[in-house]
């Protein structure tokens, strides 16, 4: 059973960074197109950014592209999500996942993060 496992959350305060990381325990992400997704209290979940195995990179929006690294390490079948400049608008429940129709994983707890003003 692939248990997406999620990290790296926490508070800060604004302009501040963290970096999370995503892991698919009992399985591999292989070559998929992994993304981060992120929840906001009272909101629907949205796409942050996503990685493909050949590097490509897809960001939400110019502003998450300025401030957000993502990156993947295959041989740690990890994904990686660094935010720096954060705002409190960042604030939101952040998740992992395939980013290609069908071939999802279910959703693990996510890690929250906490930016404040």
């Known amino acids: 059973q692939v248990q997406l496992v999620e990290s790296g959350g926490g508070w800060v305060q604004a302009g501040g960074s963290l970096r999370l990381s995503c892991t698919a325990s009992?399985?591999?992400?292989?070559?998929?197109?992994i993304g981060w997704f992120r929840q906001a209290p009272g909101k629907e979940r949205e796409f942050v950014a996503s990685?493909?195995?050949?590097?490509?990179?897809?960001f939400r929006s110019d502003s998450v592209k300025a401030r957000c690294t993502i990156s993947r390490d295959n041989t740690k079948n990890t994904v990686y999500l660094e935010m720096n400049s954060l705002k409190p608008e960042d604030t939101a429940v952040y998740y992992c996942?395939?980013?290609?129709?069908?071939?999802?994983?279910?959703w693990g707890q996510g890690t929250q993060v906490t930016v404040s003003s």
């Open positions: 996942n395939v980013a290609e129709d069908g071939v999802g994983f279910p």
């Open positions: 990685i493909a195995g050949s590097g490509v990179r897809i």
């Open positions: 009992g399985g591999t992400f292989g070559d998929y197109i």
